[in-house]
């Protein structure tokens, strides 16, 4: 994961100096901000793979039994990317289909089923990675590339002008924020592997 060195203590602090409005913005507020920044990033833009592996799976299996390290929020099925029964890889489905068809995954109760052939020796689950949600301003750093914690600024300080209900600024900041978005959609192109899936 990408970690900007910047500590979101910092970040709040500077963004309290710079946004000039008489409403004082709790802390949770910026936390939810710079949350949804980084959540988007990572499971729409960066999309960082990393792999489990479940032996002897059963079906279906609990998404709260897949554990992550600590830095990492945990995985919902949605950052499934995709599942491999032993050698087979299997094929993103629904419900109704992935009952029916063999080789198999599918979301069933919020919770990963799969439906293999044979018997499963080893689940591999690959599924792209986001930072853990932050829940005080204590809590490590801004988990950009320094390069574009701009980037989280600019949407933090976009929605405080907007809580405070000061529109124009409101739409400046994060109309900056969607042109930095668009920059790092970019940046992260560049930087993407060519070959694979």
Not at 106 to 132: C, G, M, Q, W
């Amino acid at each position: 994961m990408f970690d900007s060195g910047k500590s979101v203590k910092d970040l709040i602090t500077e963004l309290r100096d710079e946004v000039d409005i008489a409403l004082e913005i709790p802390t949770p507020s910026y936390l939810v901000w710079l949350n949804t920044v980084e959540q988007l990033c990572y499971s729409e833009i960066i999309k960082e793979q990393r792999e489990l592996t479940i032996n002897n799976p059963t079906s279906p299996l609990p998404i709260d039994s897949l554990t992550v390290s600590a830095e990492e929020a945990p995985i919902r099925f949605e950052d499934i990317y995709t599942v491999y029964a032993d050698d087979v890889q299997l094929m993103k489905s629904t419900l109704t289909s992935g009952q029916i068809f063999h080789d198999t995954f599918y979301k069933h109760n919020d919770n990963l089923d799969f439906n293999s052939l044979y018997k499963t020796k080893e689940l591999r689950v690959i599924y792209f990675a986001r930072p853990k949600i932050k829940t005080t301003e204590e809590e490590g750093n801004v988990m950009l590339p320094l390069e574009f914690v701009e980037l989280a600024k600019a949407k933090m300080r976009g929605e405080a002008y907007k809580l405070a209900d000061e529109n124009e600024q409101s739409a400046k900041w994060l109309n900056d924020y969607n042109v930095l978005l668009e920059t790092f959609k970019v940046w992260c192109n560049s930087k993407a592997s060519q070959f694979g899936m």
